[in-house]
Structure formats: C-alpha cells, structure tokens
C-alpha cells in the first residue's frame, strides 16, 4: 500500500521547512505568497490531503458536515425527494470541498445519540436536519451542544410544535429552511373543489412528521372553509412507501362511498394508486382524480400523466448548504423561505362523473 505523503515530504519537494508547510497548507501568515503557492502546488502534485481526525484535535474544522436521516431504510430507494434533496446539498458542499457524512438510523432517539457521537468526536462541522417532528427534540439538543445545524423543512413561524422556536419572537434556536405546505394544500383542495370533487382523502406520510401534520391540519381547515363535511374530506397516514400508498388505496376505493379524488404526498405513492386503480377497472380520471405532492418523471411518464405539485427539490438542497455555511461562518439562526410549490394540472384531475 502506497504511503501517504506528509508535511515533511512537502517540505523537502519544495525545498523549505516544515514550519513553513504548515503555514502555507492552514492559510495562517509566515510565508510569502510566492512561497505558498509553491507549496500548495507540490501539495497537489503529492496528492497530500489533511488528517481530518489531527484537525479536529487541534481545534481546527474537520471539513464535514452530517445528515442523519431516521426513516424505514425501504422507502429510500424509491422515493426521488431525497436524492434530488442531497444532489442540491452536496453541489454547494462539493464546490467548498467539504464532505457530506451520511447515515440512516431506526428512529428520533439513535439519531439525537449519532449527533451526541459526532459532537464529542469532533466528526462534523454542522449538520443538516431533516424531516422536523412535532414536538422535536433535536434543535433543543444541537443549541445546546452548540453544534452548528440548519432543519431542513422547518416551519418559518412560531407556534408549529417542532420544539426549539424559542416562542414569544425571540426566533429560532437553530437555522430553518422552509416551504409552506399549508398554501401548497390549499392550491390542491381548490383545484379539486373547483373540477367539482367533495369526497377527497389525502394519502399522508408519517403521522410524527410536522410537515405531514401541517398538511393534515391545512385539509382539514380549507374544508371547513369551502364547507365540506370532515368525514368526506380526510387524511390516512402511510410510511411513504408504494406498499403502503397501495394498500390504502385499496381501502379508501372499497368504502360504500369512495373518493372521487386522492391527493398522495409523494409521487412513489401516487404512482403506486394509479396502478391499484388501473387494476380494479377504475379509470383515471373518469372516476378518480390523481394529484401527486411532489412531482419527478414518475409523474410525467405515468399514463395518464399525474397532475402534480412541482418545486425545485435540488434548489431547497442548495439552500439548506448555503445557510450551514452561512451559520459556520459566523450567522445568526435564521429561517429562510424557499420558493412556493406550483400546481401543475396534466390528464390524471378532471371533474367527477355525475353519478359520484
């Protein structure tokens, strides 16, 4: 196995001491600027790179940041969200060259020990946070560790339950990144409304998540106000995985009185609907309109095409990186806005058959 260069091979390449590599390579005065780029440059010639582990035992940043993800380790390989999510962050680290430490975990409470390990370990600059809960341990427990961190999905305002607000404006404990799924849900049940649906059930994700309680709550608000009774307007929880999103299809479709509309919050799950409609001899959208929450070429190559809402995933993950950098640079906790999820109306909504 081939040896890893050191300071000291630097140095004797370059022809200076080590003192002055070491200057150089940490960015501190001492040298000329001649001098480091000399340096730099036979650096990259041996292909040194800096101990990650030395730095962060002398104090220095460890040039990593963390993402603990605790969901069903079977529903990520087919949902897009997340690898459109993580292409956005790592195209912003990437350009700082710095890593992303990645793990999937069973639940809240292995996750809150994988931010304690990393903290103590010095492994990670920050982390990204994703998928808040109401009633959220983590951002109490990354303010109090002082480990830099930006939540990813968390709601702007105060008062949504995800713990770590800091309540009566005095602002968030740690940096949020936002999109509002209350206006999101509100644009689809009025599409529905508008084509003519009253009987509509919202396909949720998990019931712990905040934004799956948002939705639910936004439902359920914007149905009282177009007064439309509870019982035909609801939610039905799932994990988000196709297995799930089909099974309660099943359900819903097998009542005396079934849905003449279905809205499923991700687009793996409104895929897996269509197919269990399709086999039960139901047209889409003669007698079931489809609307997907996010939208990915699943939607835009099912047949009929699935009327979704669109964002731009990758974008909300570049804007999470750039408010952890913003934040180990020195920042303030903050909560930033990405832009609003659009409707996009295709072949799978139109007005119910009269007879529903």
């Given at each position: ?45 041996l292909g040194w790179q800096p101990n990650s582990a030395a730095r962060a035992l002398s104090g220095e940043r460890s040039g990593a940041v963390g993402l603990v993800l605790a969901r069903p380790a ?283």
């Open positions: 196995m081939a040896r890893r260069p050191t300071i000291k091979d630097i140095a004797r390449r370059a022809g200076v001491s080590e003192s002055a590599v070491s200057f150089a390579l940490n960015g501190r005065p001492g040298v000329s600027e001649q001098t480091r780029a000399r340096i730099r440059r036979v650096a990259e010639e079977h529903t990520l390989g087919v949902e897009s969200f997340f690898l459109q999510l993580v292409s956005g962050i790592q195209e912003v680290l990437s350009a700082e060259r710095i890593a992303l430490l990645f793990q999937v975990v069973e639940d809240i409470e292995a996750e809150c020990a994988v931010h304690r390990r990393w903290w103590a370990e010095r492994r990670v600059d920050g982390v990204l946070v994703v998928d808040p809960r109401t009633n959220d341990p983590r951002p109490e427990l990354l303010a109090g560790l002082g480990l830099p961190a930006v939540l990813i999905g968390g709601y702007g305002g105060e008062g949504d339950g995800e713990g770590g607000d800091g309540g009566g404006g005095e602002g968030p404990s740690v940096s949020r990144v936002w999109a509002d799924d209350t206006r999101a849900m509100t644009e689809v049940l009025d599409h529905l409304h508008g084509l003519g649906h009253r009987r509509i059930v919202h396909i949720a994700g998990l019931p712990g998540l905040a934004h799956t309680a948002r939705r639910v709550a936004a439902l359920r608000a914007e149905a009282g106000r177009l007064g439309l009774p509870a019982g035909q307007v609801r939610s039905v929880p799932t994990d988000y995985s196709d297995t799930e999103g089909a099974a309660a299809t099943r359900r819903v479709l097998a009542e005396p009185e079934p849905p003449t509309a279905l809205v499923y919050d991700n687009d793996v799950m409104a895929v897996a609907g269509s197919a269990v409609a399709a086999e039960l001899g139901i047209p889409v959208p003669g007698r079931l309109s489809i609307v997907a929450w996010d939208d990915s070429a699943l939607c835009r190559v099912t047949h009929p095409r699935l009327t979704a809402l669109v964002r731009d995933t990758a974008g909300f993950g570049r804007l999470a990186a750039e408010e952890l950098l913003a934040v180990l640079a020195g920042g303030p906790p903050r909560a930033r806005e990405s832009e609003l999820p659009r409707l996009e109306p295709r072949e799978s909504t139109s007005p119910p058959p009269a007879a529903y």
